[in-house]
């Protein structure tokens, strides 16, 4: 397969992360190569790609300022890893999340990158000073973490190894902005970074109410979906806090004590398995059977309401 000019961003790994990070690239106007071992993956990748943005542009929803036709024009396939990365300036690592085998590309990206392009893997929750070890280039390396879907979820989580350079989160923190994505910087590298830390303190005490019979499983769901879901897709928990009482210092006035009290009632780390998790089965299946067909019509459904709710948050432009 032919390979694009030198210069812009290589994708290494076409599957669902790899083929949203090259039409947000293409959407900023980079020259986008998708490279994966497998050559069947990227023809795959490209005729989704296709079909994915003919979709984004009848629906109004196609980002960036450049036609479809010209987005597709920058993105190309390439089963030759030493010319995709030939004059790149960003590399996007996403294979399946497997340590040794996200080590072996790695290693294998070092060898033969230069000493400019950054080298950035999506992983979900593998931590920098793992992925990275050892390599030449660590001071290139970043964690850029999407939130799936990428091109409606706009969040990317920096995550540097402690040898990253300051110049390579600065470089990846504009050039998200640059495709529209959120970025945000994680200080030091944590388990399960930012975004997992707070979803499993949800997903948790979610368990446990319905576990102690406090609440049946689909009313829990509504609770954050009509309820704090509501705010948070507009403002975080601690601006929650700010506005919920005369400023934050006067919401600790007035809260902290009943936050401790009850924060102090919590639970152990449920199991996850057992009657609790057949009963929360039972209740989603109910509502959405889990068969395929289900599952991918529900999450079409998903999907298209991130995607009018992007539309809308767009529109509100923050006071
Ligand atoms: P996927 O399984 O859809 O795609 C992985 C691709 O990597 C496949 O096309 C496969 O052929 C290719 N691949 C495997 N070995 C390779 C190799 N040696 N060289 C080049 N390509 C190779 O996986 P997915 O879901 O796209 O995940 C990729 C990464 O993104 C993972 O680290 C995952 O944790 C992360 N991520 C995934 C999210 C999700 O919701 N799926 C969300 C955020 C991050």
Not at 226 to 255: Q, S, V
């Amino acid at each position: 397969m032919a390979c694009a000019a030198a210069g812009g961003v290589v994708i290494v790994g076409s599957g669902l992360i790899g083929r949203s990070w090259a039409m947000l690239f293409a959407s900023g106007g980079f020259k986008v190569k998708l490279y994966d071992i497998e050559q069947q993956q990227i023809t795959i990748a490209l005729e989704n790609i296709r079909r994915e943005l003919k979709l984004l542009e009848q629906t109004g929803s196609l980002k960036g300022s450049l036609s479809v036709e010209e987005q597709l024009s920058l993105i190309s396939g390439c089963s030759n890893i030493q010319e995709a990365v030939e004059g790149a300036m960003h590399i996007q690592e996403c294979v399946p999340e497997n340590l040794e085998l996200k080590k072996k590309i790695l290693a294998q990206l070092d060898r033969i990158v230069d000493d400019s392009v950054i080298l950035s893997s999506s992983s979900s929750c593998l931590l920098p000073s793992k992925l990275f070890a050892g390599l030449v280039h660590v001071k290139q390396c970043i964690v850029a973490h999407p939130v799936n879907p990428p091109y409606y979820v706009p969040l990317v989580e920096l995550v540097p190894h402690p040898e990253t350079a300051p110049a390579t989160v600065d470089r990846t923190h504009a050039l998200m902005r640059k495709i529209g994505q959120c970025p945000v910087r994680l200080l030091k590298e944590v388990d399960g970074f930012a975004l997992n830390r707070l979803q499993y303190a949800v997903i948790s005490e979610a368990w446990r109410l319905v576990e102690d019979g406090v609440v049946s499983p689909s009313d829990l769901d509504l609770v954050m979906s009509e309820g704090l879901g509501m705010r948070y897709a507009f403002i975080g928990p601690l601006e929650t806090m700010h506005l919920n009482a005369e400023g934050m210092l006067n919401y600790c006035d007035r809260y902290s004590e009943g936050m401790k009290r009850v924060l102090k009632t919590f639970g152990p780390i449920p199991e996850f398995s057992g009657s609790t998790a057949g009963k929360v089965n039972q209740a989603m299946c109910m509502k959405v059977p889990d068969d395929p067909e289900h599952l991918a019509a529900r999450r079409q459904w998903r999907d298209e309401c991130l995607m009018r709710l992007s539309k809308l948050k767009s529109q509100m432009q923050p006071q």
